[in-house]
C-alpha cells in the first residue's frame, strides 16, 4: 500500500483511543484510527470492553449496557464526524522525524503505512490471565479482572481473587461488600503484599486465605459453576465452590513496539506530563497505556479526551493545523 498522509494518527481503539477520535474528527483534524487487529485479545478493536458483558457504571445508561455495543456506539459517534479506521495492528514506529512513520500489519515491503503530524497512542493494558481453558470464555461469565466493574454483581456469593500482591488484596478487601466469603488463592505461603493491606486483609473475617494454593481448572460452562485447586506443596487437588473468580496478578501495558522510543516508567507503562504529552514532541498518550492507578473506562475516555484537545493545541502552536 501506499503511504498516506494524515494530520493525526491514533493508535488503539478502546475508550480512550476513540473519544480521541470523536474530539479530533469534529476538530477537522481528519483522525485515522489504526484500531487493532479483530484476531488479536490483547489488541483488538474496541479494546478490552469487548470481553466485557454488561456494564453498570458508565454514566448515562440507567440499564447498564453491554461493552461490545458501547464501543460500538462510540465508534459510529467518531465515523460520524468523520474518523477513519484501518483494522490493523500497528508493528513498528519511527519518531526520528516528522512527520511520524508508522508501518501496520497488513502492509508489505519497506515503506510505511502512514506518515502523521501528531500521534496519539491509546493501546491500553490487558490483565495477565492463569492461562486456562475458558478462561477468556468465561470473561463476563463468572471470571473478572476488574473488581471496580464487577463486585456488585456477586452480591451475596461466595468468590475467590488469585493473587498475592497489593492489587490482589485491594480487590478482595472491595469484594467483601458484596460477597459473603472471598478466598484470596496464592500459590505461596507469604504475601507480596504492603504489611497494611496484609493486616487489612487479615482483619477481615470475610476473607480466608488459601495457602500455597493455584488454580488449575475452571469448572462450568455458560458460567463459573467453580474452580479446580491444587496445592503446590502436596500436589493435593478439591473443588472450592466460587461463582465468582477475580484475577489479580498484574497487567501489562501495551507498549512493546514504544520501547527505546518513548520514557516509561519500571512497569513499561508511558510517562506522561502537563496532560497526555510524552517524552517525543508531538506524541500524545492516553487511557491504560499511561495509567496503572484507575483502569475504568470513564477515566480511559476522559484522559482521551485530554488528548485530543492537547493535539489540537499542539498543531495550532506548531502551525500543523
Not at 52 to 61: H, Q
Amino acid at each position: 500500500m501506499d503511504t498516506k498522509s494524515v494530520r493525526v494518527a491514533i493508535i488503539g481503539s478502546g475508550p480512550a483511543g476513540l473519544t480521541a477520535a470523536i474530539y479530533t474528527a469534529r476538530a477537522n483534524l481528519e483522525p485515522m484510527v489504526i484500531e487493532g487487529e479483530i484476531s488479536s485479545t490483547s489488541d483488538q478493536p474496541g479494546g478490552q470492553l469487548m470481553l466485557t458483558t454488561e456494564i453498570e457504571n458508565y454514566p448515562g445508561f440507567i440499564n447498564g449496557i453491554d461493552g461490545p455495543e458501547l464501543m460500538t456506539n462510540f465508534k459510529a459517534q467518531a465515523e460520524r464526524f468523520g474518523a477513519q479506521f484501518h483494522s490493523a495492528k500497528v508493528t513498528k514506529v519511527d519518531f526520528s522525524s516528522r512527520p511520524f512513520a508508522l508501518w501496520t500489519s497488513d502492509q508489505g515491503g519497506d515503506e510505511p503505512s502512514y506518515r502523521a503530524d501528531a500521534l496519539i497512542i491509546s493501546t491500553g493494558a490487558r490483565s495477565i490471565m492463569l492461562g486456562l481453558p475458558k478462561e477468556i470464555e468465561l470473561i463476563g461469565h463468572g471470571v473478572s479482572t476488574c473488581a471496580t466493574c464487577d463486585g456488585f454483581f456477586f452480591r451475596g456469593q461466595e468468590i475467590g481473587v488469585v493473587g498475592g500482591g497489593d492489587s490482589a488484596l485491594e480487590e478482595a478487601l472491595f469484594l467483601t461488600k458484596f460477597a459473603t466469603k472471598v478466598h484470596l488463592i496464592h500459590r505461596r505461603s507469604e504475601l507480596r503484599a504492603s504489611k497494611i493491606m496484609q493486616d487489612r486483609a487479615r482483619a477481615n473475617p470475610r476473607i480466608v486465605f488459601e495457602w500455597n494454593t493455584r488454580v488449575v481448572e475452571l469448572l462450568g460452562d455458560a458460567a463459573l459453576e467453580g474452580v479446580l485447586l491444587e496445592n503446590t506443596v502436596t500436589g493435593e487437588q478439591s473443588k472450592l465452590g466460587v461463582t465468582g473468580l477475580f484475577v489479580a496478578i498484574g497487567h501489562e501495558p501495551n507498549t512493546s513496539v514504544f520501547q527505546g522510543l518513548l520514557s516509561m516508567d519500571q512497569s513499561n507503562y508511558i510517562v506522561t506530563h502537563d496532560g497526555t504529552r510524552t517524552s517525543v514532541e508531538g506524541v500524545f498518550a492516553c487511557g491504560d497505556v499511561q495509567d496503572h492507578i484507575y483502569r475504568q473506562a470513564i477515566t480511559a475516555a476522559g484522559s482521551g479526551c485530554m488528548a485530543a484537545i492537547d493535539v489540537e493545541r499542539w498543531l495550532e502552536a506548531t502551525h500543523h493545523g
